[in-house]
């Protein structure tokens, strides 16, 4: 069983930056691929940015060039950078491991983007 626990949500003005943060449990993080994925209110849950054991990364296009994630193996931790917030970025956040046919999700962190 992997745990994973997600921070660094809040509440930013549009054009701001927030960093999440996913941590995992467990020894074998290296071999996860790693995802965020959010949900706004009455909306379906959507991939943001996901990231293989290889480093290898892929955006949905709604992201690319504003969000950026990342790995740190050593830490067992997954970042996502957002900068150039848009309202429309507001949602709950949360963090996916994957290996093989096994997936794992963190209880998430709300992301507000308002002024």
């Known amino acids: 069983q992997v745990q994973l626990v997600e921070s660094g949500g809040g509440l930013v003005q549009p054009g701001g930056s927030l960093r999440l943060s996913c941590a995992a449990s467990?020894?074998?993080?290296?071999?996860?691929?790693m995802g965020w994925y959010r949900q706004a209110p009455g909306k379906q849950r959507e991939l943001v940015a996901a990231?293989?054991?290889?480093?290898?990364?892929n955006y949905a296009d709604f992201v690319k060039g504003r969000f950026t994630i990342s790995r740190d193996n050593a830490k067992n931790t997954v970042y996502l950078q957002m900068n150039s917030l848009k309202p429309e970025d507001t949602a709950a956040y949360s963090c996916?491991?994957?290996?093989?046919?096994?997936?794992?999700w963190g209880q998430g962190t709300q992301v507000t983007v308002s002024s």
């Open positions: 996916n491991a994957r290996v093989g046919f096994t997936s794992y």
């Open positions: 990231i293989t054991s290889g480093g290898t990364t």
């Open positions: 467990g020894t074998s993080f290296r071999l996860y691929v």
